[in-house]
């Protein structure tokens, strides 16, 4: 039985025929691409965490408004308070109450929000980049 030998692939064949100065040159240029790559893959992946932010963010603010619109009611409270009129005065106090618990509710629901974005870092991008690295080490020789 004849045992033949592996013949190199064309790609590995046209690496061989390379000068080391036209090797490195292109391993130079692929890195280059390739951290490129990674910066915009972390531009996306920031963009979008900052927009799913901006959602708990803006509930935080309607949380504020809601606060806001609390304390216009106490104010209408108390002034109703000093004209004894009972039945005036206890809706006055009803509405503060619910609009406290409005104001209460949105934070929770703005904290949550925010919480769910998680770590303001690129996850995706740092596990690329950790792929990048073993399979580097992988390919070294």
Same mark, same amino acid.
């Given at each position: ?13 046209? $690496? ?10 292109? $391993? ?42 609390? $304390? ?22 009803? =509405? ?8 209460? =509710? ?26 990048? =690295? ?8």
């Amino acid at each position: 039985m004849a045992t033949r030998e592996q013949q190199p692939s064309d790609t590995q064949q046209e $690496l061989r025929d390379q000068s080391t100065g036209d090797l490195v040159k292109q $391993l130079s240029q692929q890195v280059t691409t390739l951290v490129r790559q990674e910066v915009e893959l972390a531009k996306a992946e920031m963009g979008e965490k900052g927009r799913k932010a901006g959602v708990g963010l803006g509930m935080f603010g309607g949380a504020g408004v809601a606060g806001l619109l609390a $304390l216009g009611s106490l104010t209408a409270f108390l002034i109703l308070v000093f004209d004894l009129a009972i039945p005036t005065w206890a809706a006055a106090l009803i =509405v503060t109450v619910l609009w406290a618990a409005v104001a209460g =509710v949105l934070a929770l629901q703005g904290r949550e929000k925010v919480r769910e974005v998680g770590k303001p870092i690129p996850e995706q991008t740092a596990e690329s980049v950790k792929e990048d =690295v073993e399979w580097l080490k992988g390919h070294r020789k």
